[in-house]
């Protein structure tokens, strides 16, 4: 049987208990175990699709097609482990499928209720669609004390009950405060968090304590005698300088460790991290820096774009550059002020968007991206701003615009109504159709076209990526645009869907339809990203 371990969060949300998870079962791997890392979100939404990135931060998409949390995001990222749809539940989730088994009539005239049929639906997701994984590693979303997460704190509870104790572990994330005042850190919060996950019957097995400066020998020793929990397994996690040194911190704190001997194993292999340490020596000391404008909509939460962050640092990495990123709000941009805005760029990116707002400002910084040859990368809606701009200025369609906030007569970009599955299902939409969860979501396959700069650039004909959008560029003007060097460089494989455009004559434009940013991996790079920094670093 699989090992589960629990993670837990208390005192206060963002303390990074996705890294943490996403560090450990890195570390694991290393020790060579085959992991599995899973999200229980207790918010009412039936996913994070519906939610806006600017509150909860992005939408993360596995290759199945389902839109989940970013913490899946920093899973992938850390030990390249595909996440499936199977990895990330809500409480909406549990909820939406025991209202459709209850109108079936599937619980046989039983009051339904929280203990037992929705604790059974989460330990059910618990140990569903495995695959011979030692460890299964499930964070809990929220923080003990919230209402919310009590069905799944009480779940986990019994799941430790009818598994054997020997079956799984508990290690919640708390934060021990510095106070600058008396010069001392606080266990206190720590001490009320345990209590209060002791009260609904956990009993933590790791406290994983967040703090700013070391925590002295005392202070772990008081924070274990108060909280029931051994010494040794009360472990620092200081603050970090990348958070790609947080396997090597763990590492170095015995994290590890303290969890083989709980579950009473031994490493399979000898540890070896060089990974991490050369990946965060490329972070922490890179040969030159590069700057980045990245043009959208913002409210200042970083997360919105985290994906797109992580990747475009990977691409430094492979170029030994840091890489700058200067947000830039589109709709502040305008004729007048976009070259003082946008000269120091040595590279441009329009990420993924919904909707009219901005996107004026958008096609204005595209356009000057294209016509003073910077290195420009559209994503997803930057590649169809990036069509509607040309079709515009190249082509002269001077109301060329998107069906998603424009009423056209023929739409550059237009509502997909009908598209092909990888399965060979079709899928069928209208103006009409439910938001959530309608879009096409998950990774399709493109064919690259000979002779372009994608087709070098990925070095293979067929590549897959994942995607999340409702609109598609219109094929029809393939050919004028094609006459004016405008290339659509990849198609779907029945080769009806644009989705790829690059530039002839330009250092390097390129509009992908798809999330390229949702495969990066610190250790392994996606090439358009490798490719985008080297484009920019022949600016400077
Ligand atoms: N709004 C566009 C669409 O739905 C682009 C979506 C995106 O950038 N992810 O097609």
Request: charged residues 25%; negative net charge.
């Amino acid at each position: 049987m699989a090992q589960f371990i629990f993670v837990t969060g208390g005192v206060v949300s963002s303390l990074g208990k996705g890294l943490a998870s996403a560090s450990l079962a890195s570390l694991l791997q290393h020790h060579g175990y085959k992991v599995r890392i899973r999200k229980l979100d207790p918010y009412l939404n039936v996913d994070p699709g519906t939610m806006s990135p600017y509150q909860h931060g992005e939408v993360y998409v596995t290759d199945d097609g389902a839109e989940t949390d970013l913490d899946l995001g920093h899973y992938e990222r850390f030990t390249g482990v595909t996440s499936k749809r199977t990895d990330n539940i809500t409480s909406g989730k549990v909820y939406q499928k025991i209202i459709a088994k209850e109108r079936k009539g599937e619980y046989l005239g039983a009051t339904v209720q929280v203990i037992p049929h929705v604790t059974n639906e989460i330990k059910e997701f618990v140990s569903k669609d495995l695959d011979d994984e030692d460890f299964i590693i499930c964070e809990i979303g929220g923080t003990i004390g919230d209402i919310e997460s009590l069905p799944f704190i009480e779940a986990i509870r019994q799941f430790h009950n009818d598994n054997g104790h020997e079956n799984s572990l508990f290690m919640h994330v708390t934060l021990v405060p510095y106070i600058a005042s008396s010069g001392e850190l606080k266990t206190k919060p720590t001490q009320h968090s345990v209590k209060e996950l002791r009260s609904l019957g956990i009993q933590p097995n790791i406290l994983l304590c967040r703090a700013d400066r070391e925590i002295p020998e005392d202070e772990r020793r008081k924070i274990g005698l108060f909280c029931n929990v051994k010494g040794d397994c009360v472990i620092p996690a200081i603050n970090a300088n990348s958070i790609y040194e947080v396997p090597i911190n763990f590492l170095n704190e015995g994290l590890d460790k303290r969890i083989l001997e709980y579950f009473r194993l031994e490493p399979k292999k000898e540890i070896d991290l060089k990974m991490w340490s050369q990946v965060s020596k490329r972070i922490l000391e890179p040969e030159g820096s590069i700057e980045i404008g990245i043009v959208g909509k913002y409210t200042g939460l970083a997360d919105a774009y985290k994906s797109l962050n992580e990747a475009l640092s990977h691409g430094g990495i492979f170029n030994n550059v840091k890489v700058k990123l200067n947000w830039i709000e589109s709709e502040e941009l305008n004729g007048s002020n976009i070259e003082n805005k946008l000269n120091n760029c040595h590279g441009i990116l329009v990420p993924g968007g919904f909707g009219e707002r901005g996107a004026e400002g958008k096609i204005a910084a595209i356009k000057y991206a294209r016509e003073n040859k910077i290195p420009y990368f559209g994503i997803c809606f930057g590649m169809q701003l990036a069509v509607i701009e040309m079709a515009r200025n190249i082509l002269g369609i001077k109301d060329a615009n998107s069906s998603e906030f424009a009423d056209c007569k023929e739409s550059i970009v237009g509502l997909m109504t009908e598209w092909s599955n990888v399965d060979n299902t079709t899928e069928k939409r209208t103006k009409e159709s439910d938001l959530g969860g309608t879009m096409r979501l998950g990774a399709y396959e493109a064919k690259l076209k000979k002779n372009s700069k994608v087709r070098k650039i990925y070095d293979t004909e067929l590549i897959s990526e994942r995607h999340r959008h409702r609109y598609e560029v219109n094929n029809n003007y393939a050919k004028d645009f094609e006459i004016n060097g405008v290339h659509f460089s990849g198609y779907s494989p029945d080769g009806l869907l644009p989705e790829i455009v690059e530039l002839r004559d330009h250092p390097w434009f390129i509009g992908v339809q798809f999330h390229p940013e949702l495969k990066s991996k610190p250790f392994d790079p996606h090439p358009l990203f490798k490719s985008f920094i080297t484009a920019a670093k022949n600016k400077t």
